[in-house]
């Protein structure tokens, strides 16, 4: 079994750029959530794909936009990035339909905004 | 008031001990409540799903109580590999799911 993978590992970025951050879901899941996590805080919920639609957003400004692909890959865009958007970026996937609805999560994007 | 509270701690035991962590949340039509770990710079990992009729997975024993919108967590004959921070998460409508902020917990030897 796959386990869920993002890319880049780190990234550094000026403000005002724009960045996308990728993900590849756990084989066998169809549903994959983004998530910001700051220094010393839980992770935030920033939206939540399936069936290649968003599914669930969180408190965050549209210039935080997705991507979900029919091979249940995702993709997390940013606009005009901010200092404070300086963040890990973790993507969980889990499977729509199991009552627990349990997600794994991929190893995160550091995110550097300076 | 945040959705989902937890005592930040730390939590400073000797090994061997027994802890507990709560968690309190406010939106009562939550449906998924779950206890993740997450080490130093690290993903969060899962731990355990809770149910309302309660669960034990060895030394760990999660509780839900829906009346009273909590959460808790038991950790028995504390090991040093436990030290790291336990997230409670509360699943909602519209797949979202939220997160406390964590409490730490460090295990002494």
């Known amino acids: 079994e796959t386990g869920v993978t993002q890319s880049p590992t780190h990234l550094i970025k000026t403000r005002g750029q724009q960045v996308t951050l990728r993900c590849s879901s756990q084989?066998?899941?169809?549903?994959v959530s983004w998530y910001q996590q700051a220094l010393g805080q839980g992770p935030q919920f920033i939206f939540q794909?399936?069936?290649?639609?968003?599914?669930g957003r969180g408190n965050f400004p549209p210039r935080f936009s997705g991507l979900q692909f029919p091979n249940y890959s995702s993709e997390l865009n940013v606009n005009a990035l901010e200092l404070d958007d300086s963040a890990l970026y973790l993507c969980?996937?889990?499977?729509?339909?199991?009552?627990?609805?349990?997600?794994?999560f991929g190893p995160g994007t550091r995110l550097t905004v300076t | 008031r945040k959705e989902v509270e937890q005592d930040p701690g730390p939590f400073n035991v000797p090994e061997g001990a027994t802890v507990a962590f709560n968690c309190t949340y406010s939106?009562?039509?939550?449906?998924?409540f779950f206890w993740y770990r997450q080490d130093c710079r690290k993903e969060p990992k899962l731990l355990m799903s809770?149910?309302?009729s309660g669960n034990e997975d060895g030394r760990f024993t999660a509780q839900l109580n829906r009346a009273s919108q909590y959460i808790s967590l038991l950790i028995r004959d504390s090991k040093l590999s436990d030290s790291a921070t336990y997230l409670c998460?509360?699943?909602?409508?519209?797949?979202?799911?939220?997160f406390g902020d964590g409490t730490t917990l460090t295990v002494k030897p």
């Open positions: 969980a996937s889990s499977y729509y339909g199991q009552m627990s609805y349990e997600q794994y």
């Open positions: 084989s066998g899941h169809n549903t």
């Open positions: 794909y399936y069936r290649e639609e968003e599914n």
């Open positions: 939106n009562s039509a939550s449906q998924s």
């Open positions: 809770v149910y309302s």
């Open positions: 998460v509360v699943k909602g409508v519209a797949g979202k799911s939220t």
